[in-house]
């Protein structure tokens, strides 16, 4: 049986595994691992393994990071 979403525990964010992509939240979903990446959850969990968790109080760091990177080559 396959879950519709991998979560976070409570307090924290958890990150996609997938290398490269910068998607992080509460909640990974099956959706994303399709569209984002066009793999199964499944495939993802295989080839990358599970999220990385980290907790609330590294989100703002996550997100400084995002924006940095995102602003890359402007």
């Keep these: ?3 519709t979403y ?3 525990k409570h307090g924290e964010y958890i990150k ?8 992080f939240g509460i ?3 099956k ?3 399709r569209v984002e ?4 959850r499944e495939e993802v969990r295989q080839k990358y393994g599970l999220p990385k ?5 590294n989100k703002k760091q996550m997100e400084s990071k995002k924006s940095r990177s995102d602003g890359e080559g402007k």
Aim: hydrophobic fraction near 30%.
């Design 1 to 3: 049986m396959t879950e």
């Design 6 to 8: 991998w979560n976070a």
């Design 16 to 23: 996609c595994p997938v290398e490269g992509c910068k998607h």
């Design 27 to 29: 909640v990974i979903t």
């Design 31 to 33: 959706a994303h691992c």
């Design 37 to 40: 990446h066009q793999m199964s």
């Design 53 to 57: 968790s980290f907790s609330n109080r």
